[in-house]
């Protein structure tokens, strides 16, 4: 009953998959936070003027990922760009991931409260240091668990890029079903290299909140 | 560079069809919160009670529902089962996976919400005459509606957006999966998708403006 054709290339190849997961994460991570540290900031600091910029990042976070990707695919086609998969998978998650950013970026420089930059600037700082050394430390401590959620979400989230043909851990795992039958066990596997992804940045995160939190 | 011609015509034709798709999501979307609000619910209590089994249980529900993409979860359903000689349709996989997925997600808000509601509450009912079940529902869950009443609305907009994975696996009377029939019969991926995106786009706003409407009445007092 417990035997099983699973084979160690088997696990490679779910490892690699594995590892175009963490890739996509990574990459659309970087891009998104930039993006949204940016946007974050320009919606909290000129609430008034940005409102536009607040419907369109609303679109992404309304409208499902899947049908994102398939949309963004096709446009990719339609306007001709010869880009890989990969790369559009990337532009769809960090466009995403900058939508969300911006919210928690956003709230984080919101909490900071007023009277403090008040402070700062009647102590002789300019606009940009008081932006750059009491703004930044704080807001960043605020919005750092969210960040993190977001991380760990947008991990769960590139499962679905399989769609736009990428071959990453649920679809590898996926192929090896279709070769082996043994769903169950093979899924078991990507379920738990997953949980153990998420349970180390989950780990890391809280290590390094209670760090930062220390010299407060 | 760009010689693509729109045929926006044809999408609309579909607009009907592509309706019909968006109540089912709507629907299926609606039930899973329902099961996963009740489910969620059991899941708090569990964990809260002295029975290690129980608390076990619902940890480990939950550490899965959250660390787990929730298309993996619609995936064991509907492969994995099959190993024990079950065989659900895609529908049914998807909407167990949502529940399941939501389950986790709103047992943690909940968990929350009840920390936020003091001891000294429930206390003074039981001290008033009430009886537990009594307490709970006049005096506990009320006040835990209120402040799991945001989450609750982000997590059925959450569910609307998750229903989408239903394609993956197969559905195919679904808003995603009627554009995606469409879409096979025609290769016209772009206008199709564009109009479920859309679609979709209302969905959620349609929910979080109704939300709004209903808080306004609810949280008067």
Not at chain 1, 7 to 21: E, I, K, Y
Not at chain 1, 71 to 92: D, E, P, Q
Request: with cysteine; glycine share 6%.
């Amino acid at each position: 009953m417990f035997e099983s054709t699973f084979t160690w290339n088997d696990l490679q190849f779910m490892l690699q998959g594995a590892w175009v997961t963490i890739l996509l994460t990574v990459v659309s991570m970087i891009i998104g936070t930039l993006a949204g540290v940016v946007c974050g900031m320009a919606r909290a600091l000129l609430p008034r003027s940005t409102i536009p910029l607040a419907w369109v990042l609303d679109v992404f976070r309304s409208v499902p990922l899947l049908i994102q990707f398939v949309l963004f695919n096709a446009l990719k086609s339609i306007v001709g760009l010869n880009w890989s998969a990969f790369a559009v998978a990337c532009v769809v998650l960090g466009l995403y991931v900058t939508a969300y950013c911006t919210e928690i970026v956003r709230s984080g420089v919101l909490s900071v409260p007023l009277t403090l930059r008040r402070a700062s600037r009647s102590l002789g700082l300019t606009y940009w240091q008081d932006l750059r050394q009491i703004v930044m430390p704080m807001a960043s401590r605020v919005a750092f668990p969210g960040w993190i959620n977001l991380l760990l979400g947008v991990m769960k989230d590139t499962a679905l890029v399989m769609w736009i043909g990428i071959v990453e851990l649920l679809r590898a795992s996926q192929t090896i079903v279709t070769r082996i039958q043994e769903p169950l066990l093979v899924l078991c596997i990507a379920g738990l290299i997953y949980y153990v992804m998420s349970l180390v940045v989950a780990r890391l995160g809280a290590r390094l909140e209670t760090r930062w939190q220390e010299n407060d | 560079m760009f010689d693509y011609n729109f045929h926006w015509r044809a999408a609309f034709k579909a607009l009907p069809d592509m309706l019909n798709g968006a109540w089912v999501t709507f629907e299926t979307a609606a039930l899973s919160m329902i099961l996963g609000v009740t489910i969620a619910l059991f899941l708090v209590f569990m964990r809260q009670g002295k029975n290690r089994l129980f608390r076990g249980f619902a940890a480990t529900w939950i550490s899965i529902a959250r660390n787990t993409p929730s298309l993996f979860q619609v995936y064991i359903l509907y492969f994995g089962l099959g190993s024990f000689g079950l065989h659900i349709s895609s529908w049914a996989a998807l909407l167990a996976g949502i529940t399941i997925n939501n389950a986790g997600y709103l047992a943690e808000n909940f968990r929350g919400g009840l920390k936020a509601v003091p001891d000294t509450q429930l206390r003074a009912a039981r001290s008033l005459g009430m009886s537990a079940p009594q307490a709970y529902r006049l005096i506990v869950i009320p006040q835990l509606l209120r402040i799991v009443f945001y989450p609750l609305t982000n997590q059925m907009v959450w569910a609307v957006l998750m229903t989408s994975m239903g394609v993956i696996v197969g559905l195919n009377n679904d808003l995603t999966g009627v554009t995606q029939d469409y879409n096979v019969k025609t290769f016209r991926t772009f206008e199709f998708f564009a109009i479920a995106a859309v679609l979709y786009y209302l969905i959620a706003k349609l929910i979080v403006a109704v939300a709004r409407l209903l808080s306004w009445r609810l949280f008067r007092y």
